[in-house]
C-alpha cells in the first residue's frame, strides 16, 4: 500500500492525479468517501471492464447522477430498499 501525505491541502483534482501517478496495477478505481457499495460491486465493474480491450475506463449506475448513468427506474428510499434493487 502507499499512503500519500500532502503537507497542505492541493484539492480532490490534484489528490486524485497522485494517486493515478502512484498506482501500479492493472486498474485504478476511484471511489469517494461516501459511497455505498452493493453486493458484488467490484467482481461486475471488473467484468465490465474485462469485457472488451477497447474499454479504457467505466462507471457505476446511480439514481443520483446527471447523464447516461442515471437510472430513472430507481424508486427505493432507503439503503436496504437500495440493496434489493440491485440484487
Not at 492493472?26 to 476511484?30: A, E
Given at each position: 500500500m502507499i499512503v500519500i501525505n500532502n503537507k497542505e491541502n492541493l484539492g480532490c483534482g490534484a489528490a486524485i492525479n497522485q494517486g493515478?501517478?502512484?498506482a501500479n496495477g492493472?486498474?485504478?478505481?476511484?471511489l469517494n468517501n461516501d459511497v455505498i457499495v452493493t453486493?458484488?460491486?467490484l467482481p461486475r465493474m471488473l467484468a465490465a471492464a474485462e469485457s472488451n480491450n477497447e474499454?479504457?475506463?467505466i462507471g457505476p449506475r446511480s439514481n443520483s447522477v446527471p447523464g447516461v448513468q442515471l437510472i430513472k427506474a430507481a424508486t427505493y428510499q432507503n439503503e436496504r430498499e437500495m440493496h434489493e434493487f440491485a440484487r
Open positions: 493515478f501517478n502512484a492493472n486498474f485504478v478505481l476511484l453486493e458484488n460491486w474499454i479504457g475506463i
